[in-house]
């Protein structure tokens, strides 16, 4: 937990509690006020905009990796369970949970939690709220599905803009702000997203997470990015956060993928031709060996030999699309 706490007062780290489809985001300004505590098994951290608790599991397992972007590339670590040990409420229909006596704030824990029913393993996505009309209406429409044809319960959420809570086994985020209108742009910082359409293909994670068969990610944390802000925003290439997150890879990637973008690193600092090694065909080793390349172009220098590689490796077709439900970094 030290390490973790650490990136939690770090406020160009961000967090996420969520699955493919359905996700709630938390992040800070540098110069946001913050309330910050350690207690018991877990660390918090509360703002005006949203809240994040992260606590102690016994089985977490952290697993760090990377996946190229459109214009560079992302890092996160994973915080995993395993899956006999991540399963949460699983509910599939809009469900009255009661107050919300774990919320981080005091105030909030009258405030009624509803379960969208959103049918996931390991995460309960729900919102909250105080206001009793609200709830009222929320509670007539309680044992259906929240997309089932001619519920407007989805409408009422979207009226009343409740917070949102995101829970997990291995902690929670609170969204406090509003929920844009369709068609809206999602606020910076603490936000969330619902998105019926990649749910509908039960996915715990990403296509483009290299993660072990068995082991669910129950939360994200995103370190600081050398070429973006927490926020997602651009900006000029900060080696001291390339080297960290470098050091949190070595410490929790995988091994078969460490392993091979040190034979790449070190065959294009050897003059070695792309032809002169044989490399793996499997999505993650080509992920990794794009990732390899485009951190060389972005530390070293451009050496014909580097563009050989690239040329082979990094061809713009190759490249995943970014995934919407993934942190900006």
């Known amino acids: 937990m030290v390490m973790l706490a650490a990136q939690l007062d770090d406020p160009q780290a961000g967090w996420s509690v969520g699955t493919f489809g359905a996700i709630a ?30 606590v ?19 890092h996160r670590v994973a915080l995993c369970l395993p899956q006999h040990g991540c399963a949460m409420g ?24 509803f379960d969208l029913g959103l049918g996931v393993l390991h995460i309960d996505a729900c919102v909250r709220l105080d206001d009793e009309d609200t709830v009222r209406a929320l509670r007539s429409r309680v044992g259906k599905s929240l997309f089932a044809p001619g519920n407007d319960a989805m409408g009422i959420i979207l009226g009343a ?52 068969d068995g082991w669910i990610p129950c ?33 929790f990637g995988l091994p078969e993928l460490l392993a091979l973008k040190r ?22 080793a080509r992920a990794t060996v794009r990732v390899a390349l485009r951190q060389l172009g972005a530390t070293e220098q451009l050496t014909p030999v580097l563009v050989e590689w690239l040329a082979v490796h990094d061809r713009l077709d190759l490249v995943d699309s970014e995934n919407p439900m993934e942190a900006p970094h």
């Open 25 to 54: 985001e938390f992040t800070r300004e540098p110069d946001e006020p913050v309330r910050m505590t350690q207690a018991g098994d877990g660390i918090t951290a509360v703002t005006d905009k949203g809240a994040i608790r992260i």
């Open 56 to 74: 102690a599991h016994a089985g977490l397992r952290l697993i760090a990796s990377e996946s190229p972007t459109t214009d560079s590339w992302m």
């Open 90 to 113: 699983g509910r599939t229909e809009l469900t009255e949970v009661g107050p919300d006596h774990d919320a981080l704030r005091s105030r909030d824990r009258n405030s009624v939690l």
């Open 161 to 212: 803009n409740p917070h949102r809570v995101f829970t997990s086994r291995i902690g929670r985020v609170e969204v406090f702000q509003p929920i844009p209108p369709p068609g809206g742009r999602s606020p910076d910082g603490p936000h969330t997203h619902v998105l019926p359409k990649l749910l509908a293909h039960g996915r715990t994670h990403a296509a483009t997470e290299p993660l072990p």
């Open 219 to 251: 939360a994200h944390l995103y370190p600081a990015h050398p070429l973006r802000d927490q926020l997602g925003r651009k900006r000029e290439f900060r080696r001291e956060h390339h080297v960290a997150f470098q050091a949190l890879l070595a410490r």
């Open 263 to 284: 034979r790449v690193v070190e065959a294009v600092a050897a003059g070695q031709a792309p032809d002169a090694v044989v490399l793996p065909e499997d999505r993650f």
